[in-house]
């Protein structure tokens, strides 16, 4: 019997979308490929700093390392984020970020979720032979609400974010516009339930505008400290409606999990998303973002490229194929 391949994911501490995402590969992996692959999830520091020099077949990592690991075979680089903007942040662990072009050399393969940080970043050329288009990946049976059932009285709508970063976080206002634009048109009840993650500054700041916005009777805003992953999925099945709007990030999980959901999902028309996601729920501005819900002209999105499988095959195929 051939010797499993021992597979090692390294994940941010903080538990975002990274993370979990990490956390369900290395799950699926073992369960699909148990046979012949061991994979094993980290991420902590200590954890970040043995594998430099541990002995591993492959080793895929969100965070950058400070040289190639010694012991490894295959090191894939993962990068999520836009590095030139994230790495700004004062968090002394965000500056690792300032090691992701020295990654980029050293990587047997460099995992984007699609081309739009391949062209932002100007590496699609020099690193073509290195690049992996792998996306973001939902298990459409666990977020598969097929008893949804909606509203038309009621627009409850749904959004989750950060505020980690201002640049990302600030961008909730063109939301709180969409929302009162929709009531102004309507005069329907509207429910607005904000999940968040970060009770900084930034936050405190973007909240302090928010505050000065005079919403009427009939408009609720419910806001929601960050929730683990049950809650979050029981928010998606409560909600008709999911809104997105930023600047900032490159794939948002959230996102797929809003699609998979079975709701009606509309987002802004960052560069990003034009990648990844179709026309017709991209909305160019917050009066485009009002009339498509009015319309109730949200068309549905075909998730199968976003399966969990796919992916799952994709990384197989990556870790036991030989080096060039």
């Avoid at 600030?170 to 939301?175: H, K």
């Avoid at 992953?229 to 930023?246: A, G, H, M, V």
């Avoid at 498509?292 to 990384?315: M, Q, R």
Wanted: hydrophobic share 40%; net charge positive; with cysteine.
């Amino acid at each position: 019997m051939n010797k499993k391949l021992k597979i090692a994911f390294m994940a941010p501490e903080t538990k975002g979308g990274p993370y979990y995402i990490y956390k369900e590969i290395v799950e699926g992996l073992n369960k699909k490929y148990w046979n012949q692959v061991e994979a094993l999830f980290f991420n902590s520091k200590k954890d970040w700093l043995k594998l430099h020099f541990t002995k591993f077949d492959a080793i895929f990592s969100v965070i950058p390392f400070l040289f190639k690991p010694l012991r490894t075979k295959k090191f894939v680089f993962n990068l999520h984020w836009n590095y030139k903007i994230e790495r700004k942040k004062k968090w002394l662990w965000v500056k690792l970020l300032y090691l992701v072009p020295w990654n980029f050399k050293f990587s047997d393969k460099i995992w984007l979720v699609s081309k739009f940080l391949a062209n932002k970043l100007w590496i699609k050329d020099k690193y073509k032979d290195k690049i992996i288009i792998i996306p973001n990946f939902i298990d459409t049976k666990e977020y598969g609400f097929w008893d949804k059932k909606y509203n038309n009285n009621i627009y409850k709508i749904l959004t989750i974010t950060s505020f980690k970063f201002y640049d990302k976080g600030r961008w909730i206002i063109n939301l709180w516009n969409v929302i009162k634009k929709l009531w102004e048109k309507t005069n329907k009840k509207v429910i607005w339930t904000i999940v968040w993650n970060d009770n900084s500054r930034n936050f405190q700041r973007i909240k302090k505008e928010f505050d000065k916005i005079t919403f009427p009777d009939n408009v609720k805003i419910i806001w929601k400290w960050w929730l683990d992953k049950e809650n979050i999925k029981q928010e998606l099945k409560n909600n008709d409606y999911f809104l997105y709007w930023t600047y900032l990030d490159n794939f948002p999980w959230v996102i797929l999990e809003a699609i998979a959901s079975k709701m009606k999902v509309l987002v802004n028309d960052f560069e990003s998303f034009k990648y990844l996601l179709p026309e017709n729920i991209i909305c160019k501005n917050e009066n485009e973002m009002v009339e498509k819900i009015l319309k109730n002209s949200i068309k549905k999105v075909d998730i199968w490229k976003f399966k969990k499988e796919n992916t799952l095959k994709k990384i197989y195929n990556l870790i036991t194929q030989k080096r060039a």
